[in-house]
């Protein structure tokens, strides 16, 4: 897809080697009617691209939104997106799977904090599914009880039924079922499973 409108050919490039007219340097004007005739709308909308999934992935939608934002013309901004697609740029399976493992690994969420997440960013329910197909069961709960004994001394001075709520509320905002968080923090406090006490610590400010 060639970047230039009017058949002229210019001595610029943009990365990764494709010819391109001259790239406007800052944000796309709010009035498009004010660029210059030597500016090349296209190109300016492929800058913005490259620059949003320069160091991260971004699903589609994202950046869709972000051309919107930015007042480029759909009939610009969806053929550049079908082609960044096309090449690899934009590849939103492939951004559901490395956010649900980022994610769950980092920060111990759920499929339901996961899939909300990904559907928030525009993912398809297709590739939101598939991705936490891949997410192990076990992991999964393994990563409830890890959280669980990370909180746990800062519960250690409550009484039984408010440690657990704190803890089951802790791994529901995680999205943990009500189900699982509280046999999961049932199984951990029974076991005694703790670090040592911290006076200063409280889990509804640390979790």
């Keep these: ?4 409108t ?3 050919s210019s001595g610029s490039s943009l990365p990764g080697g494709q010819a391109g007219g001259p790239v406007l340097s800052g944000p796309w004007p709010d009035d498009p009617s004010t660029l210059s005739p030597q500016a090349d ?9 490259l620059d949003q999934l320069t160091g991260q992935a ?7 939104r972000k051309l919107a934002g930015k007042g480029v013309p759909d009939e610009i901004a ?3 997106l079908k082609r960044f697609e096309e090449v690899g740029l934009i590849d939103d399976p492939a ?6 493992q980022s994610r769950h690994s980092g920060k111990g969420l759920a499929r339901r904090a996961l899939a909300q997440e990904l559907k928030a960013k525009g993912v398809c329910d297709d590739a939101v599914r598939d991705a ?3 997410l192990d069961p076990e992991d999964e709960i393994e990563s409830a009880r890890k959280l669980v004994r990370r909180k746990m001394r800062f519960v250690q001075r409550l009484d039984p039924m408010t440690a657990t709520r704190r803890l089951s509320a802790m791994l529901a905002r995680k999205g943990y079922s009500s189900g699982a968080a509280f046999r999961i923090v049932r199984e951990e406090l029974e076991a005694g499973v703790h670090s040592p006490v911290d006076d200063t610590g409280d889990v509804a400010e640390s979790c």
Excluded at 1 to 4: C, D, F, L, T, V
Excluded at 58 to 64: C, H, K
Excluded at 95 to 100: D, G, L
Aim: hydrophobic content about 50%; overall charge positive; charged content about 30%.
């Design 132 to 134: 936490l197909d891949e």
């Design 95 to 100: 951004f559901a799977r490395a956010w649900v």
């Design 58 to 64: 971004r699903s589609r939608a994202e950046l869709a």
């Design 41 to 49: 709308p296209e190109a300016l909308a492929r800058k913005i691209l």
């Design 1 to 4: 897809m060639s970047a230039h």
């Design 78 to 80: 969806q053929p550049l």
């Design 6 to 8: 009017d058949g002229r």
